[in-house]
């Protein structure tokens, strides 16, 4: 149970920050950024501070999308997944650009996944609820043993 405070703990910091994770559903930036991987994004880096090889974010119609800047032009940022054999045909333009990606971590992202759907919404209550649970019954329990202990001293405390 405090793994998972700290954990949000972290989340609630790096999100006040302006850093938003995304979850990578394409092998464009195979080896760099795995499939299933969570990166993340610093929103609050301009758009004018992005160099060569950068790894940014940005929309591509209703989609995210993460790769790698390979020029940066007057026309925008010219950006291509690493595991892809050309250019992408559009530059990014600051309308388009959300940030740079500041590090990721591997295979998170389908653990993170799981937490989108019904279903995973309601295992990750269930969990919560069923850990407070057994924590309370845990606290019962020693709270009895000590209960019983106290009281087996007062009676012998009697018979003497």
Same mark, same amino acid.
């Given at each position: 149970m405090g793994l998972v405070i700290i954990a949000g703990f972290g989340v609630s910091v790096l !999100?006040?920050?302006?850093?938003?994770?995304?979850i990578v559903v394409s092998g464009s930036m195979e080896p760099a950024i795995?499939?299933? %991987? #969570? =990166?993340?994004?610093?929103?609050? =880096?301009?758009?004018n501070e992005i160099a060569d090889n950068d790894i940014i974010s940005f929309k591509n119609g +209703?989609? *995210?999308?993460?790769?790698?800047?390979v020029k940066v032009t007057?026309?925008?940022i010219v950006t291509k997944g690493d595991a892809n054999n050309t250019d992408d045909v559009k530059p990014v333009t600051m309308d388009d650009y959300i940030g740079k990606v500041i590090f990721s971590i591997p295979y998170l992202g389908y653990g993170a996944a799981v937490f989108k759907t019904r279903?995973? #919404? !309601?295992?990750?209550?269930? !969990?919560v609820i069923l850990s407070l649970l057994i924590? %309370?019954?845990?606290?019962?329990?020693?709270? #009895?043993?000590? +209960? %019983? %202990? *106290?009281?087996?001293g007062d009676v012998n405390e009697k018979e003497e």
């Open positions: !999100f006040c920050m302006g850093i938003r994770p995304f795995h499939v299933g %991987s #969570i =990166c993340a994004v610093n929103m609050n =880096c301009p758009y +209703e989609m *995210t999308v993460t790769h790698r800047a007057q026309n925008g279903l995973g #919404i !309601f295992m990750g209550v269930g !969990f924590d %309370s019954m845990l606290d019962m329990l020693k709270d #009895i043993a000590v +209960e %019983s %202990s *106290t009281d087996k």
